[in-house]
């Protein structure tokens, strides 16, 4: 009989993977690797789509993805490590929601499944097969979860929010079509 069970396998599975993703792409944010475009060219894009400063955005983004995602990879600091991954994941699908649902037609699918993966994972924990576990869950404690996820909630709600009133302010006085 062995100390791991499935449930053990299952997350860390769950783990690797998605912290591989977020991991990736918070690599193209911040060194440019895999076809990203660094901390200019991502900055840039930032600024375009209403996160301002681009650069900061694009610093703050690449972290919480690179480092949210080679912990939850580890199965290290879980609770912090999904948090931060799952408010970048919900400042991508807040640019992406305008598209609709699914991915195909630019829409918030794919950013909403790696962050409810990540938020997932913070609540459930690492499993066995962890770092946590090795270092008896001193950084994975009960009260990290609320404390985590009620703070990446916040900072990511004034996030978004503050790219929506950039949004509004740049379309004011726009005339739309009227007739077609």
């Not at 499935?6 to 997350?11: E, K, N, Q, T, V």
């Not at 972290?63 to 580890?74: F, I, N, S």
Request: with cysteine; net charge positive; aromatic share 6%.
């Amino acid at each position: 009989m062995t100390c791991y069970d499935r449930r053990d396998l299952g997350l860390l599975l769950l783990r690797l993977g998605t912290g591989g993703v977020l991991a990736a792409h918070g690599a193209q944010k911040l060194f440019g690797w895999f076809g990203g475009g660094g901390i200019e060219g991502t900055g840039q894009f930032m600024d375009s789509i209403g996160y301002a400063p681009g650069k900061v955005s694009a610093t703050a983004a690449g972290v919480a993805e690179t480092g949210g995602g080679l912990l939850l990879a580890l199965g290290l600091a879980t609770p912090a490590a999904g948090a931060a991954a799952a408010g970048a994941m919900t400042g991508a699908s807040a640019v992406h929601a305008p598209n609709g649902f699914f991915n195909q037609e630019g829409g918030l699918e794919y950013a909403a499944s790696l962050g409810l993966t990540a938020a997932g994972l913070a609540v459930s924990g690492p499993g066995r097969l962890s770092l946590d576990h090795l270092l008896g869950h001193t950084v994975d404690r009960g009260w990290m979860v609320p404390a985590a996820l009620g703070v990446t909630a916040a900072v990511t709600a004034m996030a978004v929010g503050a790219r929506s009133r950039r949004l509004r302010k740049a379309r004011e006085g726009q005339q739309g079509t009227l007739f077609e």
